[in-house]
């Protein structure tokens, strides 16, 4: 089986690329996401474990907007997600150029994909080392959709992936129900977070992100399409309090 | 010297969207193959039909890609969105949108057309009244034009779908 793991672009005999196999290693020995689907949104949340007290955990940039109605988290290599985000977001502005509105998240999602593909079948490169969540709203309401290193996709209605993914799937699949309201499931994507956290869990060592398909009305009386949301600490710790 | 008195120049897009080419015919040809071939591709990759304010900014940007070299047709595009809002553009050789307001207008007769349309438009017509105003505002305006004649077709979109008229006009 050796043979077969240095160079990515070699099949096992058993069907499988030996290199893909050791990314979702990477993801899986990563900090643990959440997605969930609610009725009028979707929530994406994960958390920031840091090594040490001493690190600026809110300089930390975990949650991302691609666009005003995508945003994005991961499990794996921090580095890897940062060139992903990258290519995200100039996907998004190029369709944006294009068509004068922001991609639906299923076609953000193929472009993603396939550039993570690309990476799976060229000379010389590595997969990337994450799997990632995509959360946004476009014409068909609230959309969550997981991408793996592979390249493939799935789209969920809830959803873990990193270190504690297996048990948190199983207690997302006790609690979800598809009428469940957007502040609901803010409050169970985060006790699905507290059941895997090792430690005391605080405002600064999570991240949340939501986006509503109910739309903002603004000062004047119009009415606005909601953008893509990090929560911020003191949001965060509003929520933990009603938790705990 | 006149070569053909039939020529078609608007296209279906979608069921509810249509463009109209005014120019060069070569170009009004190779425009509407490389947008019918764009908007099947998003068809297949959406999975779901163009909007007609969405293949406007479609048709804006190829248009400005030829920036320095471009297309010579001025395109006119009248649609109804998913609401069934109706949507109506025109655009310059370089793609400038003009989204106008309550008629647009293109080609040789721009001048006159502008003139019948301003006379003849009235709020909240409905589509058989519609098609005699468009009817009489184009017809006096074609007369009126050396370069403009040999025919006139009138499509009227409605929710419902598509009524296609021929008009009865001087064959000159």
Known sequence: MDRYSFSLTTFAPNGKLLQIEHALAAVGNGSTSVGIKAANGVVIATEKKTGSSLIDVSSLEHMVMICDS????????????????????????????????????????????????????????????????????DDRGPNLYQVDPSGSYFPWKATAIGKNMVNSKTFLEKRFDSDIDL???????????????????????????????????QADGEQKASKFQRLTPA???DYLSNVA | M????????????????????????????????RLRMRVNLYKHREERVI???????????????????????????????????????????IGCIDLGGNFIVSGTAAENLYGTCESLWEPDLEPE??????????????????????GAVVRIITPSGIITRDLKSRMD
Not at chain 1, 82 to 105: F, G, I, N, T
Not at chain 1, 193 to 205: A, N
Request: glycine residues 8%.
């Open chain 1, 183 to 217: 502040e609901d499931a803010v409050y169970t994507a985060i006790l699905t977070l507290k059941e895997g956290f090792e430690g005391q869990m605080t405002e600064q060592s999570i991240d949340v992100g939501v986006i509503s398909t109910i739309p903002t009305t």
């Open chain 2, 129 to 150: 009244e519609l098609f005699e105003t468009i009817s009489q505002a184009l017809l006096n305006a074609v007369d009126r034009d050396a370069m403009s004649g040999w």
């Open chain 2, 51 to 93: 909007e007609p304010n969405t293949f406007a900014n479609l048709v804006s940007h190829m248009l400005y890609e030829h920036r320095f070299g471009s297309y010579f047709v001025q395109p006119v595009i009248a649609g109804l969105n998913k609401n069934d809002q109706p949507f109506i553009c025109s655009m310059d050789t």
């Open chain 1, 70 to 137: 995508i945003g994005m988290v991961y499990s794996g290599m921090g580095p890897d997600f940062r060139v992903l985000v990258s290519s995200a977001r100039k996907a998004a502005q190029k369709y944006r150029r294009m068509y004068m509105e922001d991609p639906p998240v299923r076609i953000l999602v193929k472009e993603l994909a396939s550039i993570m593909q690309e990476f799976t079948q060229s000379g010389g490169v590595r997969p990337f080392g994450v799997s990632l969540l995509i959360a946004g709203v």
């Open chain 2, 2 to 33: 006149t070569i053909d008195t039939d020529f078609e120049k608007v296209f279906p897009i979608t069921e509810r969207t249509y463009i109209g080419l005014a120019g060069l015919a070569t170009d009004v040809k190779t425009l509407h193959d």
């Open chain 1, 235 to 237: 949001e965060i710790k």
